[in-house]
Structures are given as structure tokens and as C-alpha cells.
């Protein structure tokens, strides 16, 4: 009786500490979640196209070229 008596005790400390672990893995679950979105949302917003555009205007000078800047090229297949 003793001996199941302990087991009850071991058993119960054993599941409260489980239980402990879980609820902190699930709390850092969430904040990592939390974070993910943010760093998504950071990221969408680096990479916005005009961005993008407005840093190379800006920083090396580029521009979009004119119509009479462009070639346009086609590919002949040979038949």
C-alpha cells in the first residue's frame, strides 16, 4: 500500500511538471507565431515593389527608359 501510495505522489509531481512544460512550450509556441507574422509582414514590406523602385531611383541613379531607348528582339525559328 505504501509502495502504491508513492507511485500516486511520484505520478501526480511527474504530471504537474508535464503539465508545467506544456503550457511554457505553448506560450513560446504563440510568441514565436507572433513573431513569424510580424517578420511575414516586415518582409512584404521590404520587398514592395515601389520600394524597390523609388531606392534604385534614388540611390544609383536609374530611370525607366524611354520608348525609343528600348529594342525590342524576336526569335526566328528557323523552318
Request: zero cysteines; aromatic letters at 6%.
Amino acid at each position: 500500500m505504501l509502495a502504491s501510495a508513492l507511485s500516486v505522489i511520484y505520478v501526480k509531481a511527474a504530471q504537474r511538471n508535464l503539465y508545467s512544460t506544456l503550457e511554457t512550450n505553448q506560450q513560446e509556441h504563440q510568441q514565436l507565431k507572433v513573431q513569424w507574422s510580424q517578420l511575414l509582414l516586415e518582409e512584404n514590406t521590404w520587398a514592395a515593389p515601389a520600394r524597390i523602385q523609388a531606392l534604385a531611383q534614388k540611390s544609383l541613379k536609374m530611370k525607366m527608359p524611354q520608348i525609343n531607348d528600348t529594342i525590342l528582339l524576336t526569335e526566328f525559328a528557323d523552318q
